[in-house]
């Protein structure tokens, strides 16, 4: 925590305040594109230019300009938040969050002085890579609309991912200018408290906490419950993850993460990583973290824990079977594309780009698959909701994957030679190439729509999440850890002032 004192203390959003709050965010139909985004955040700096300033971070690789949004809290405002949106341009939910909170402080000046914070709002920290989901902004609860227009950059060229890391034989330091604008963003506010707003895809809500924050437990699990969302119960991201409370993850580091990995005899930095995240960085400022990770659809079993019939390990070695088998049939397409062309290199479209380094990630997942099955913890009846998880993470890494491959496939077998990439500057000089591409385009649209059929079929108890319960859950949280962290803050000062009068 920083050492800021409080001169006159406000009182702390209560818990009662904050459920009623996140459930009462306005009814929308649709994900704002970043120029909607960078719309409306201009016209509300420009409404309210005594209480809303504005600066430049820097540009994305395309030119877009990178904006600090900051909103003074008045003067009892000693404490600083930072929310960040795109981080991860697939995950669009932060962007109603940012724009509903920004609305409420600029027009309630009870809820900023009750904050006791300034706040900055970075609306999009990857905008070339947002452009590139927009096709499903406007549909977003088809999901086979969503995975046909889906996009997520290679590590290494997310914004997220790509601070300085060094640890053993990990080191990364090939920052993008749009991590250098983010992390320009953290140096500037110092923040208190961060939170880069991300969103999960389906199942249940969940949490990452950078600090254990045992006081925040119950009001974080209530949440969901209260706009009808479950909490995830099931399979986490990694199995490294700390539980802290059902649904909430301790963050961790990325040195834990590299040894957890080693200890299973796996590759802990292949080819392909990435580096720091941006709560990893936010940490050097002494910054408290959360990533609340809210989803588009959710599944009635996602906080199931009744056990089944079902052997865990049986279902993480079934699972690695299926990701191998679907790593191998897209690896084999990509080394026979590659045999079509001359020369392939960093000027490469996006979504190939993307898919020579996703597409690996299969095996490596179903390796790590199979050495969890063999764990004598593994040994044991699934739940409900881990065999929810484990088919839900199966079914969604092939159509991500598979989906941006096979959309990569299809523009280069419509590139005719001499075609210029608008992205990249790059010439198309491989005569009749597009043609001899044709054929992989062929051989893999089937293959990804048994996989969508069958995602469709497995998952058919999902249901759409109205982008009002999802945005005002995370706009929720976001109020949560404010209040966290300014009760935190007047504890420690009366703290402090108790051992001076004693003194």
């Given at each position: ?15 009662e ?23 409306a ?52 939910i ?17 809820l ?41 950059p290679?590590g ?25 604008a ?28 950078s600090d254990?924050m ?63 995240s ?10 408290i973290?959360?990533v ?17 019939h ?6 993480l ?7 191998a088998?679907?790593g ?5 397409l ?60 199966l ?73 009002k ?34 003194a």
């Amino acid at each position: 925590m920083h050492s800021r004192g409080i001169t006159t203390a406000p009182a702390p959003l209560r818990r009662e305040e904050i459920l009623d709050r996140a459930a009462g965010l306005p009814e929308v139909h649709h994900y704002p594109s970043v120029d909607e985004l960078n719309q409306a955040f201009a016209e509300l700096g420009a409404a309210h230019p005594e209480l809303m300033g504005v600066r430049q971070l820097g540009h994305s690789r395309a030119g877009d300009p990178i904006l600090l949004y900051t909103v003074d809290g008045g003067p009892t405002a000693e404490l600083s938040g930072l929310l960040a949106g795109g981080v991860h341009p697939n995950e669009p939910i932060g962007s109603w969050t940012m724009l509903h909170l920004a609305r409420e402080l600029l027009r309630d000046p009870d809820l900023r002085g009750r904050l006791g914070a300034s706040w900055h709002f970075l609306p999009c920290a990857d905008p070339d890579s947002m452009r590139l989901n927009e096709g499903w902004f406007h549909s977003p609860g088809e999901r086979g609309r969503y995975f046909q227009h889906f996009y997520r950059p290679a590590g290494p060229e997310q914004v997220e991912w790509t601070f300085p890391f060094k640890y053993k034989s990990a080191h990364f330091d090939a920052m993008l200018p749009e991590t250098r604008a983010l992390q320009r963003a953290i140096d500037l506010s110092r923040p208190d408290f961060y939170m880069p707003l991300h969103n999960a895809e389906a199942g249940g809500a969940y949490y990452y906490l950078s600090d254990a924050m045992q006081p925040l437990h119950e009001l974080l699990g209530e949440l969901p419950q209260a706009l009808g969302v479950p909490l995830h119960r099931g399979e986490p991201e990694g199995a490294h993850f700390e539980v802290l409370a059902p649904g909430i993850f301790a963050m961790g580091t990325l040195e834990e993460a590299y040894d957890w990995m080693e200890a299973l005899g796996l590759d802990p930095f292949p080819e392909g990583s990435a580096g720091e995240s941006s709560t990893g960085y936010a940490r050097t400022h002494g910054t408290i973290s959360m990533v609340a990770e809210m989803p588009l659809w959710k599944h009635p079993g996602a906080d199931d824990v009744t056990p089944t019939h079902r052997s865990y390990a049986w279902l993480l070695q079934d699972q690695a079977e299926e990701l191998a088998a679907a790593g191998e049939l897209l690896m084999d397409l990509l080394r026979r594309f590659d045999e079509l062309q001359r020369r392939f290199d960093s000027a490469e479209p996006p979504l190939l780009r993307a898919s020579r380094a996703f597409l690996p990630l299969l095996a490596q997942a179903a390796l790590s698959q199979r050495a969890r099955a063999d764990d004598e913890a593994s040994q044991r009846l699934a739940t409900v909701a881990e065999v929810h998880g484990v088919q839900g993470i199966l079914h969604m890494l092939r159509l991500r994957f598979g989906s941006m491959f096979l959309r990569a496939l299809r523009d280069a077998a419509h590139e005719e030679p001499g075609t210029v990439n608008e992205e990249t500057g790059s010439v198309n000089d491989e005569p009749g190439s597009a043609a001899r591409v044709t054929p992989l385009v062929t051989e893999l649209e089937p293959v990804y729509a048994r996989w969508l059929d069958e995602a469709l079929t497995e998952e058919a108890e999902l249901q759409v999440i109205p982008i009002k319960d999802a945005a005002g859950l995370q706009y929720g949280s976001v109020l949560a850890l404010a209040a966290h962290t300014l009760r935190q803050r007047q504890d420690l000062a009366a703290s402090v002032s108790d051992q001076r009068a004693e003194a």
